[in-house]
């Protein structure tokens, strides 16, 4: 059985970091492409981070791009966010998920494991 379990929101105030992980189980960890997306109230799930099996080519959506850093140690079976100078649309619960494929790694589609979601609360 795979899990995806995410941890380290909160809430924190404006220009504040924090650093989201996500512990896997149940799977080839190293075999996975992994991403972080989001989804504040109202909206749909987006895009934030993604990264591949090696650690390599990790891709951005565009407004984290220079805020944010994904990361993984396979040997550790975790994936991790750094989340710099935060902002208040940056407000939502934050999702990691795993994917088998190497491509469209920005698409939900995409994915085939998800996590619960971390709340991520960034208050002005």
């Known amino acids: 059985q795979v899990q995806l379990v995410e941890s380290g929101g909160g809430l924190v105030q404006t220009g504040d970091s924090l650093r989201l992980s996500c512990a896997a189980s149940?799977?080839?960890?190293?075999?996975?492409?992994m991403g972080w997306f989001r989804q504040a109230p109202g909206k749909e799930r987006e895009f934030v981070a993604a990264?591949?099996?090696?650690?390599?080519?990790?891709d951005y959506e565009d407004s984290v791009k220079g805020r944010f850093t994904i990361s993984r140690v396979n040997s550790k079976n975790t994936v991790y966010l750094q989340m710099n100078s935060l902002k208040p649309e940056d407000t939502a619960v934050y999702y990691c998920a795993a994917s088998r494929f190497s491509a469209r790694t920005n698409s939900l589609s995409s994915y085939n494991y998800w996590g619960q979601g971390t709340q991520v609360t960034v208050s002005s």
């Open positions: 990264i591949s099996w090696s650690g390599g080519n990790p």
């Open positions: 149940g799977l080839t960890f190293s075999s996975y492409t």
